[in-house]
């Protein structure tokens, strides 16, 4: 799905923690749960290290040049194999509460300025912790959590979708900023999508709903993209793909 999105998001133009609660309400994890979880993420290893050949890696260590940077929040149920099925080489990943650019501008800088990514992608979801914990009172939390949730400007009190996607639209924003010569040359698009698996935009569950792009808000005008996901028909392997 998403390799077709991002070639026809490149045509037309030439992605946190489980709820942030107070420390009160705070869980430790367990100890036994992490040796077994660790036996199987040696297995898991193993298995993708036996379905790829020496080349694939031979490959890998020539380099990066990722089509695209993604700014993505920390939530465990986002990841990228619902953007791309074989992401290496391909997704520069920046991760955080919030999927913010303020709080991880260095590693946002160096995918797009450094690396070369044509895509910006900012990728809020729903059901999201940090706009739950930022739209609330959370002064009781952890000194550092609070800093990064400082960054995050959405209303108070509003429905966790509506903060999401505000909260996406100012990274765009942000971005735009940060990034605007390189949008004007036709160098970089920024692009700001929801993930919604609870489905709260009514576009269906797990659906990456874009919802700006380059700083270009509306609904229709989004819809009538020259190149869309149905009429694209061309997308970039890589060769260790």
């Given at each position: 799905?998403?390799?077709?999105?991002?070639?026809a998001l490149l045509a037309a133009?030439?992605?946190?923690?489980?709820?942030?609660?107070?420390?009160?309400?705070?869980?430790?994890?367990?100890?036994?749960?992490?040796?077994?979880?660790?036996?199987?993420?040696?297995?898991?290893?193993?298995?993708?290290?036996?379905?790829?050949?020496?080349?694939?890696?031979?490959?890998?260590?020539?380099?990066?040049?990722?089509?695209?940077?993604?700014?993505?929040?920390s939530d465990s149920r986002v990841?990228?194999?619902?953007?791309?099925?074989?992401?290496?080489?391909?997704?520069?990943?920046?991760?955080?509460?919030?999927?913010?650019?303020?709080?991880?501008?260095?590693?946002?800088?160096?995918?797009?300025?450094?690396?070369?990514?044509?895509?910006?992608?900012?990728?809020?979801?729903?059901?999201?912790g940090a706009i739950k914990a930022?739209?609330?009172?959370?002064?009781?939390?952890?000194?550092?959590?609070?800093?990064?949730?400082?960054?995050?400007?959405?209303?108070?009190?509003?429905?966790?979708?509506?903060?999401?996607?505000?909260?996406?639209?100012?990274?765009?924003?942000?971005?735009?900023?940060?990034?605007?010569?390189?949008?004007?040359?036709?160098?970089?698009?920024?692009?700001?999508?929801?993930?919604?698996?609870?489905?709260?935009?009514?576009?269906?569950?797990?659906?990456?709903?874009?919802?700006?792009?380059?700083?270009?808000?509306?609904?229709?005008?989004?819809?009538?993209?020259?190149?869309?996901?149905?009429?694209?028909?061309?997308?970039?392997?890589?060769?260790?793909?």
């Open positions: 799905m998403f390799k077709k999105q991002l070639a133009t030439a992605f946190v923690v489980p709820a942030l609660s107070h420390a009160a309400e705070h869980h430790g994890g367990d100890a036994s749960v992490a040796r077994a979880y660790i036996k199987e993420i040696q297995k898991d290893g193993k298995s993708y290290l036996a379905a790829h050949k020496s080349d694939f890696f031979k490959e890998l260590a020539k380099g990066q040049k990722p089509r695209a940077t993604v700014v993505t929040c990841h990228t194999n619902m953007l791309d099925k074989t992401p290496e080489g391909d997704l520069f990943m920046v991760r955080n509460i919030g999927n913010q650019l303020a709080t991880a501008k260095g590693s946002v800088q160096y995918g797009v300025n450094h690396l070369g990514s044509s895509l910006l992608l900012f990728i809020g979801h729903s059901s999201c930022a739209g609330g009172d959370y002064s009781t939390l952890e000194d550092p959590i609070k800093k990064e949730l400082d960054t995050i400007n959405i209303t108070k009190g509003s429905a966790n979708i509506d903060g999401v996607k505000t909260n996406v639209n100012n990274q765009v924003t942000a971005a735009m900023q940060e990034f605007g010569d390189k949008v004007k040359n036709g160098e970089l698009l920024i692009v700001g999508a929801v993930y919604d698996f609870a489905d709260d935009m009514k576009q269906g569950a797990g659906k990456l709903n874009i919802i700006n792009m380059n700083g270009e808000t509306d609904p229709a005008v989004l819809r009538n993209m020259p190149a869309t996901e149905e009429k694209s028909g061309h997308g970039h392997d890589h060769e260790h793909h």
